[in-house]
């Protein structure tokens, strides 16, 4: 009897890391086994268990769990969190595969990244993709994302009960993709990944959408009308604050917006990445946004919901304007005089361009 191979996933109790781990036991089961790497034993934990997966404790900050945690795999993904530390867990990751002679990896990279870009976290990401390289027998492919649904999702409830999609995203617009189609996608990788090996994919939503066309998809999802109104930085740090947001991840945020506001997240338009990898359409915005309003219980207008998002409201009109640059000196994270994708001639080169890093372009096997 032939033994599948064993995949592991980190960050497997985020929200694009359990979408993996349930493509590949929904989708995969005949393929390989799976392992889940997690922080802690909690109700997502659980939740990995129970569909199936064996569920391994550990921290990616600490090599000599990584390593237990790649114990007779053959295939991984890496999944680096919104920390100052992603380069650390990188480098773990890249040596424990090294060292357990893994047949391939994957890795959820960004479709900003760069070696210049004012973002520390996106030149690291960048670093990462270039480290993936360097690992000696281990094939790799990047998953390259640009603006999630996700992000967008937060902003349910005070559409439902104010009518407002208040953002600073100017007049940018994206093809914005869910979290269950990124799993799929680097799922089905994993479940066959020679194709892929050396490349960097683009997976993206089914269609360009603009900040007023979210809104309103939102409205017609909610029952009631909804605007997009133009929202400054301060007031997205202010609410970022407000919710329990890091300081490191408010000092990216605010190069994101701008890069959204600048047009980087329309350059390469959608692609074909989902369709051709998974056999099924990339989901519809729409879509999506069902799936979060049936359980969100602030997307059911009512008196006591309004009452909470006035409160919270109320509560990041209060909340102090927070120092990034300040925090960024304080906890001395490096900064550079960098430059946004837009103006960055290689960046625009190689993202510029129908169905960037789609899977029938021979260009998506340059690495970033």
Not at 179 to 190: F, K, P, S, T
Request: charge should be negative; glycine fraction near 8%; aromatic fraction near 6%.
């Amino acid at each position: 009897m032939t033994t599948l191979p064993r995949v592991l996933v980190t960050g497997a109790s985020g929200k694009t890391g359990m979408a993996t781990v349930f493509a590949l036991i929904e989708h995969h089961s005949d393929a390989v086994q799976v392992r889940a790497l997690v922080r802690q034993d909690d109700h997502r934990a659980r939740a990995l268990r129970e569909a199936g997966a064996e569920v391994v404790f550990g921290d990616l900050s600490d090599i000599r769990d990584v390593r237990r945690a790649m114990k007779d795999v053959q295939r991984a993904h890496f999944l680096a969190a919104i920390t100052n530390s992603s380069l650390d867990h990188a480098v773990n990751f890249a040596v424990a595969a090294s060292e357990q002679d893994l047949e391939h990896v994957t890795a959820l990279g960004q479709w900003l990244s760069s070696d210049s870009h004012p973002s520390v976290l996106t030149r690291r990401t960048w670093l990462i993709d270039q480290l993936l390289t360097w690992v000696p027998e281990v094939d790799h492919t990047v998953i390259n994302v640009g603006f999630l649904a996700d992000n967008f999702m937060s902003m349910l409830g005070t559409a439902a009960q104010m009518g407002m999609l208040p953002l600073p995203l100017g007049n940018g617009s994206t093809a914005p993709i869910s979290n269950e189609d990124i799993g799929r996608v680097v799922a089905a990788v994993l479940a066959n990944p020679t194709p892929y090996a050396g490349r960097t994919l683009r997976p993206t939503g089914p269609e360009i959408l603009t900040p007023e066309d979210m809104a309103a998809v939102f409205g017609e999802v909610l029952g009631r009308e909804v605007e997009y109104s133009e929202g400054s930085e301060k007031m997205l740090l202010k609410s970022f604050k407000a919710l329990g947001r890091s300081p490191f991840e408010l000092a990216q945020v605010v190069h994101y917006m701008r890069e959204f506001r600048r047009g980087a997240f329309l350059s390469g338009g959608t692609t074909d990445v989902v369709q051709e990898i998974t056999g099924r359409p990339a989901e519809e915005f729409a879509t999506i946004t069902r799936r979060y309003a049936a359980s969100d219980p602030m997307a059911q207008r009512s008196f006591p919901n309004r009452l909470r998002a006035m409160a919270q409201m109320a509560k990041i009109l209060l909340t102090p304007v927070p120092n990034v640059d300040e925090w960024l000196r304080d906890a001395g994270v490096p900064v550079i005089d960098g430059e946004d994708c837009v103006d960055h001639e290689e960046w625009n080169r190689t993202h510029d361009v129908p169905n960037a890093f789609g899977v029938g372009r021979a260009l998506s096997k340059v690495a970033s």
